[in-house]
């Protein structure tokens, strides 16, 4: 099937599409190795959470990656520090959810579609009920995917942050609704939480240059193995689990 344009009115199509696509593997473990160079993030651990990422990964258990968002530039340096970091070995496998319009350059898709993105039709952008339908499906696609083993990568603040950068905001039950359908697919997913500082920021409304973001500091919580049974519950164990780990990242830093 030939890629569809991205657009909200071709909402049917795109998703039939992303429903199966997969990346060429051997491309994006390239390029994300370039950028692990290029960005040098710095990685630590809660104690006990690469073991538990390991283990996770081995049994196959469909990863839910939660990443607080800061700038642009997250979605480079935080593809360096998978690189980086024990989920080195899913890249390939994880699917990341990214808003619409990076699609609609053909050359930065053609990037994107090899780091795996899932385009996101944004209410901000389009309007809440313009695009509810296409929500729904892309939260059935993310659930379908983890059901057959992928990963969904998700910024679940939906916008970046630029209030306070050691601070999670408010978290959308988006996530919250992803997982709770993959566990009726019959999916076990796993919370990881993933947070990233790139240092104290006197002004957070600018973004960091990309010679900023380099080194970035990023922290992996210990994964949560089982997750509530309602979305809003799930929505908030993210935000929680996330702003434990974005402590650490700022205080490695």
């Not at 509810?132 to 499906?137: D, E, F, L």
């Not at 059901?147 to 601070?167: H, Q, S």
């Amino acid at each position: 099937m030939e890629p569809p344009e991205v657009r909200l009115e071709n909402s049917d199509t795109v998703y039939d599409f992303y429903r199966d696509h997969r990346q060429n593997r051997l491309q994006a473990w390239g390029a994300y190795a370039i950028l692990g160079r290029r960005y040098h993030p710095r990685v630590t651990y809660a104690e006990g959470a690469r073991a538990a990422l390991r283990t996770a990964i081995r049994q196959n258990r469909p990863l839910l990656i939660a990443i607080n968002h800061l700038s642009e530039s997250d979605p480079y340096t935080v593809a360096a520090a998978a690189w980086r970091s024990g989920l080195r070995r899913v890249i390939g496998r994880v699917r990341v959810l990214a808003k619409d319009e990076l699609f609609a350059d053909p050359d930065q898709r053609r990037k994107i579609d090899m780091m795996g993105g899932i385009p996101v039709f944004r209410g901000k952008d389009h309007g809440i009920r313009a695009v509810n339908a296409a929500g729904q499906r892309m939260m059935d696609v993310c659930a379908e995917r983890m059901a057959r083993g992928d990963g969904i990568a998700v910024f679940p603040e939906g916008t970046c942050n630029d209030v306070d950068p050691a601070r999670v905001q408010a978290v959308g039950s988006g996530i919250g609704h992803i997982a709770f359908r993959a566990m009726k697919l019959g999916a076990e997913p796993v919370l990881v939480s993933m947070a990233l500082s790139y240092g104290p920021r006197h002004d957070p409304s600018v973004p960091p240059t990309k010679e900023e973001a380099k080194g970035a500091s990023f922290h992996f919580g210990v994964p949560v193995l089982e997750l509530p049974p309602r979305p809003g519950d799930i929505a908030r164990l993210v935000r929680a689990d996330l702003q434990k780990a974005l402590d650490a990242a700022v205080a490695a830093y």
